[in-house]
């Protein structure tokens, strides 16, 4: 009994908040067209509000009937053109929808909720003098206080029911006028008869009262006693409904009096008419009877009650009740079955009794409605799979041949398929149920930070899964607030910047690539990289080094760490102590990925990339340790298999981290076995195929710190097993949200669409994983939780430290990362390279029979004239040139204005890139140094030096101009005596200690003096305290770069002819037109020491030109 | 409801008698799902020790307890004898690893006596009360205390 009554409740709560949620966007559309109010609009709300009222009525909750009712009084009259749907009327209906809302939200205490508040205003606003509105009549401000303690709920029901307000030119029909119709009927009426009168006065029935109190006593009955009128035409015959079925229908739920609706229809009269009893308020049973709330007339229980039935004259008016719903011009809204189904739907089979909220519990763990098109599919599908079961079984007993078999099996796993997706699609919500709460979120914060703004949906059909609609909620409701916060500017602000007064705020949903993905854009002022870099450094995140060096898009991602807010003061609106990080990490715990765009000035887009469902999850299997596991797809960025060959050069370890370099970036590696504690691998040994166990340490054992040294002693080993593939490794790439990692893994297996199972108590704290799965041979397996474990290892910060420890030491180190562009060249088979591309001018392809032998040297024949050849290895210690093939490669270079031929046998490529160069291992003549290109150790070539250590006077014979100076400009110096020696200052401005090193020694060579700065904003301090004749600078440098230290140097009246030639790196058409535009003078490669010698005297010479 | 009540009482008259390592233990046989041999059990790295693993039961994840382990004994390879006794444990299904399945004997609550005070080794902290059988003492355990997860 009772858990029937539990359900309807729930029912009633579910489809209230439907109302309710509905309510509140067309509350706010009715604000928007103030006094043109749309009458399908104000209907709509006006019959939400009603349904609620009615059911609340049904169950005895009084506070949310009274509630109801009053808000539905505001709204009536807004319907009927009396008040006009201000900003503060809609706000005070607004809270109203709230209270209920939280009623909703809490049915146990419903009864308890403080109405008070919302009650307050709107009384007020029935109360207030019709001067301030449309002209309102009396009768609406009586209605409007109904008391929540009144107990006879019959009489406050008849006196504050909506059509009690409708206008009230028209008097109540007298009861004088009165008149009997039935005449055949009055015969056998007993003495204490009343007359039962219907709208227009006519009397209908004549029953006597004892008949009447036995009706109110009846079970089914209750203190209500209607007399219902149907239009034989209307209400039962164009229904397409039989007289019987009605009156049967109605015996289940009400007491029936007295009818003569089955004899209206036979003789064909207009109307036919039903008396009955029972628990049902006027609005239930008019939604129960499908028929228009005029069409009951609720008789007036007193009338009859035992007490106070007086010795009235059986023709007195008894029936008259202080209601007039029979007004017909009231213009009442349709009740459409849609808005009230539930009580009436349920109330059918269920039994009547009211109930106390208190008794309510919430058992249910929600229900959930479902499209009846997508059960019905679901019911052919079940019967499909019965069919193939039987099919299945027959075959089996039948001991049929595999091939039947088989296709009972395929039609099995068709009609699986099938059925996944139909109950998958019971789930899916639209995600206009989370978007259209933004309508008053954006309502209420423009209202209250004085902001205009435009709200703009789009995709609200878009479906997620049910459980993903209820998570993305606050994540969203955070970004709507903080681009209205933080976002959009104040009108004022925005005009001042050109845009339009109001802002643009859009929400989008759309589907990619089997995911769904929201936006949260805006118009307004978009995130300042600077302010995020400036709090990064307050924060003591990073240093503005390392800031510089960060490309934008990383800089703005930086929101996501803990506790950062760029927003000047914590305003109340989004300023609640949670971060973008909790937006993220809580979108991460549903397997959705963040990430955002924005400009300055413009706006900014949020986007946030979900799963269409968290049942079913697309994985990657793995195994370790003989065990399989998942790594959901979503968290997958990409496959590595490390050649057991190349894993020494590729894995290194980082203070505590292996890190793997993945085309530039350091990737941390953390081995399966170590975050599981699995027992070490056990390696099929390559030859006798015995199970031995790995004798070499975890590969990422970072835990046992004797363990790295032999780590590299084993990686060695693992290179020497060579090409057996046990010994290559294995990760996959994944990304935990804010960073990436690899798992290395035994092996790679295929990819699945597993269906998500939840780990017992006992297993909750494992935080690696995020649940198991069933696996086709029926074991079960565990799902990776790869955020999980990136904590367990603590991986971000160890990692993060690590990193920053490394970059620092590669900034104080020697070793420097520049820009090169390097042409990669190899000399004996598989010695790779590198030579400077700035350097070369030409790369021949010559027979090697081409080359002569003259007098020890060797040239060809070149261009008209001849062209001596150097082998590298005269002056580099490497292995001769190889000689297997017909041809030769010849680096052509200028060196000291001449050309040389640099002999290699083959070329391998030409690279553009960032690369650490290490000036100490491998210094040598002929070598400036060595770097790790594309993971092998190359050595950089001088081939200034290879050249001249060959043949030492190669430079004399060309180089006369770098004979002693005279410095003709002298009288620019001020700060030296006449007479003094003058040794000109060249200040040097460089961050790669590399090439400082590389470039100092050269001018110093000359006997220039020389000053250093590390960038542009230490240069222009030295420039400030120190004579320079010339600027030498680099392109690219933290805080200030070359282009805009020379830049300002020429907005500066004091260094404005200070010659600047720029010494780069970076080749490209582009760079050089711009550095012409800010004013350098010379645009030269690095490491081409005789150049940059050579133009450095002669600018020194003759200034800027 | 009425009739709901009896059964219960009737089962409680029975008791699930099983082996860990020397000890025989029962539970009450309304506590019990299901017996079964289900050793296909994954691992389940990094888990508490007492967690042999986890199996696939008719598509559940059930958790399964190595009760060797629970009562600090040395844990055995599988073998054929042991079962997975499935109780049903606050709406989970729990399975106990157990070296074998012994019995399963009618039992009146009031042949149950309160286990001896003293009994509060590894072991004894699960009894709460003992049951004589005519060679045998069984340990009758406390389910929520065993399955509790910080025991």
Known sequence: MSEQDDELIEIFIEESKEHLEGIEDNLLTLEEQGENIDDDLINKVFRAIHSIKGAAGFFGLDATKTLAHTTENVLGKIRKRELIPTKQIVATLLQAVDVLNSMMGSPESMNEIDISLPMAGLEQILNEPAGTQAPAPKQSTEAAAPSPTVTDTAMQQAQVSPSTISSSETPLPSPATTSLLPKEKVANIPADALDIVNMKGEVIFRVGKSVLKKAIAESKGGNYVYLVEFSINDDIRARDKKTADILSELNQLVFIVEQNIDEAEQQNRANGYILLSTIMDPDLLSTFLELEIQKLKLLENRTFGAELISSAAPSAPVLSTPTAPMLSQAPEPPQHMETNEVPAANAASAPLKPVKSGNTKNKSEGSIRVNVKILDTLMTLAGEMVLTRNQLLQNLLNNDDEKKLQRAAQRVDTITTELQDAIMSTRMQSVGIVFNKFRRVVHDMSRDLGKEIDLELEGEEVELDKTIIEAIGDPLTHLVRNAIDHGIEMPKDRAASGKPAAGALRLSAFHKAGQVIIEVTDDGKGLDPNKIKEKAVAMGLYTPQELYAMPEQSILRLIFKPGFSTAKEVTEISGRGVGMDVVSSNLSNIGGVVDLESELGRGTTIRVKLPLTLAILPSLMVEVGGEHFAIPQMNLLELQRIPAAKVAHTIEKLGSVNVMRLRGELLPLIDLRDVLDIPKKEIIHPSTGEVLEDTRENVADRRDPKAQQKVVADQREAGERRSHPLSAVNIAVVSAGEFNYGIIVDTLLDSEEIVVKPLGRHLSDCRSYAGATVLGNGRAALILDVVGISQVMELMDTTETELRKRKNEEQNDNANTDRQSLLIVENAEDDVLAIPLGLVERVEKVPRYTIQNVAGRKTIKYRGGSLMLFSIEDVVQIDPICDKSENIFVVVSKIAGREAGIMCSAIVDTIDADITIDEITHRAPGVFGSAIIQDRITLLLDIHSIVTETVPNWIQKSERKLKPYQIDNIESRQDTAAGEEIVPQVLVVEDSKFFMNQIKATIENAGFHVLTAEDGIIALDVLKHNHVDLVLTDIEMPNLDGFGLVERMRADSAFASIPAIAVTSVMGEVAEARSREVGIDEYLIKLDRDQILDRSIHFLNHGRS | ?151
Do not use: W
């Not at chain 2, 790295?45 to 042999?52: F, L, N, Q």
């Not at chain 2, 693993?53 to 399964?64: A, F, H, K, P, S």
């Open chain 2, 1 to 151: 409801m009425g009739t709901a009540n009896n059964t219960i009482a009737d089962a409680s008259n029975e008791i699930v008698i099983f082996q860990v390592g020397e000890t025989y233990c029962g539970i009450t046989i309304d506590n019990v799902q299901e017996i079964n041999k289900n050793m296909e059990i994954t691992t389940v790295y990094s888990a508490p020790d007492y967690v042999r693993g986890v199996i696939n039961l008719r598509g559940q994840i059930v958790t399964i307890i190595d009760m060797r382990k629970k009562f600090h004994l040395q844990p055995t390879a599988l073998s054929k004898k042991m079962n997975n006794v499935v109780v049903n444990s606050k709406g989970e299904q729990i399975g106990l690893l157990v070296d074998n399945v012994e019995d399963i004997i009618p039992a009146s609550p009031e042949e149950i006596l309160p286990s001896p005070p003293h009994m509060n080794d590894a072991m004894g902290k699960y009894f709460t009360g003992v049951y004589k059988l005519e060679e045998e003492l069984v340990a009758i355990l406390d389910m929520e205390k065993l399955l509790s997860k910080d025991a």
